[in-house]
């Protein structure tokens, strides 16, 4: 064992995302590869239903950052503050599915192609048009969830488990 934490969004200074890694690291990255997976064919398959030919813009992997970051930001705030999840939501949803649906390995390559096809303007755009947007993304689904879960004054707030009834909302 190396020491490093499986998962790298593991704050081992809080005791529940530290016993995550207690009962083993297997389901963990079981988990994680699992959504990766899915993540990845979705991605995959939004880039083919919508190619760009080299020097445009690449909109599909602009949008499938942007909403993944978005996704992201509303994960965060549902398995942090509104519901006490299973232990592999948060794996297999956010480092698997949308880590394995976002890309940004293939935004900078698709960067230096639109350098290298000579459309640096466009390039330079899509570089920092993607980290604004992406950005923004987090921090809307962030706000807006947390917007939304906030109980009404005078309540306590809900802590939902996955997959269970709320009992404050009837639902």
Known sequence: MTGRPVDPDVDLHVPRQRSELREGPWGVLAAIAAGG?????ARHGLGSVFPHRPGEFPWAVFWVNVSGCLLIGVLMVLVTETWTAHRLVRPFLGVGVLGGFTTFSTYVVDAQELVNHGAPLVGLAYLAGTLAAAL?????????TRLLARPRRGEAAPRIRCGERSEASGE
């Open 136 to 144: 923004a993304a987090v921090f809307t689904g962030v706000r807006v």
């Open 37 to 41: 997976a899915l993540g990845a064919l």
